[in-house]
């Protein structure tokens, strides 16, 4: 057995309890350590964690169905914390809904409008963040948004088992869809065991993905998740991510140019290192269009694997070397949905 050294405080463990149906009015006095005292908000949870210095914290949510105001922009971030979302055990499924969010118009003399945004926006750059088990859906420009910067990387985020459904423009106005999970300037972020469903924009239809990662988003593990329903590339690298492995994944009716695409724009990076292996793909992507000799807009075919750079045409294919993405081996297709 290992003592805790002479001097050194072990981490301090705390479970803090978040029900957005609690009366928001109480949330300062309600202590959110019980579940019969729970705050109403992620504002109030890293409150109470800042107080309490917590460096281990489990937040959780009971189950139910949620329609939040605004986005969680979550930026709580102990240096070695180990943070977990996850739901209330025992108490079922929970659901963000985020078709209520609303935001001042002023066209329409401040009265509620529609308001873009995702369900989460992590900014924690020296913490363990695992966020699991719960549904995030109605989001016009997505699930869950890791922002590392590039003199603040954020690193160590698990996404796993979760729903992203009903994402983007054709489900909720206010803007585009970027990602289910959309990534900047970030490392080692693990995607396990997650549903993509019917992530899709009526307008710019290509540019919502199911796992974006961009700005130099390295060494990341996307695995053992489906995807279905995607209008935009289910799998997007941008401007210098590297060394990002997609594996063991099953794909149906997503794609507009690809399953796996590396782009750029500009004086953009080329990707590099990142593979693609061992996945299940239906035959034709979201369009219908069949893998390897379809046409969508000015590129033909579309690919397994593609890339190029600015405007999506035939001329603006290629141009990196070494190839941005490689396949790993052991992909195949199939002709009916693999789930």
């Known amino acids: 057995m290992t003592a805790t050294p002479a001097g050194a405080a072990a981490p301090k463990e705390i479970t803090v309890y978040v029900d957005p149906d609690a009366p928001a009015a109480a949330a300062r006095t309600r202590s959110g350590l019980t579940a019969g005292d729970a705050v109403a908000s992620f504002e109030e949870a890293e409150r109470i964690l800042r107080s309490e210095g917590a460096t281990k914290a489990r937040i959780l949510t009971p189950g139910g169905t949620y329609y939040p105001a ?3 922009n979550w930026s709580y971030d102990p240096p070695g914390g180990d943070l977990t979302f996850a739901a209330v055990p025992g108490t ?6 985020g078709s209520r969010m609303t935001s ?4 329409e003399g401040n009265r509620a409008a529609a308001a873009s945004g995702y369900y989460m926006t992590i900014t924690s750059a020296n913490s363990n963040i695992t966020v699991s ?8 420009n997505g699930g869950i948004r890791i922002r590392g910067g590039s003199g603040d990387r954020v690193n160590n985020v698990t996404i796993k088992g979760n729903t992203f459904k009903y994402l983007g423009n054709k489900h909720s106005s206010g803007g585009t869809g970027y990602g289910g999970v959309h990534i900047t300037s ?11 469903y019917y992530l899709e924009n009526s307008s710019d239809p290509g540019a919502i993905h199911g796992v974006y990662l961009a700005n130099a988003t390295n060494s990341s593990v996307i695995s053992g998740n489906r995807f279905g329903y995607v209008s935009g590339d289910p799998i997007r690298t941008r401007n210098n991510s590297k060394n990002n492995t997609v594996s063991g994944n099953k794909f ?3 794609g507009t140019y690809a399953i796996f695409s590396d782009w750029r724009f500009g004086r953009e990076t080329c990707g590099r290192g990142n593979v693609f292996k061992n996945n ?3 035959r034709t992507s979201y369009y219908g269009k069949k893998f390897g000799s379809g ?3 000015r590129i033909k075919p579309i690919k397994l694997l593609l890339w190029g750079h600015d405007a999506p045409t035939n001329a603006n294919l290629g141009g990196c070397s070494p190839a941005p993405v490689k396949s790993g081996g052991g992909n195949r297709y199939v002709t009916s949905r693999p789930w």
């Open 133 to 140: 088990g719960r549904t995030i859906q109605r989001y016009t």
């Open 295 to 297: 046409q969508q807009g």
């Open 252 to 254: 149906w009716r997503a």
């Open 70 to 72: 605004k986005e969680i």
């Open 92 to 97: 079922g499924k929970v659901v963000f809904d």
């Open 280 to 282: 299940t793909v239906g």
């Open 186 to 196: 970030s490392s080692k972020v693990k995607i396990t065991g997650n549903k993509f």
């Open 104 to 107: 001042p118009s002023p066209a």
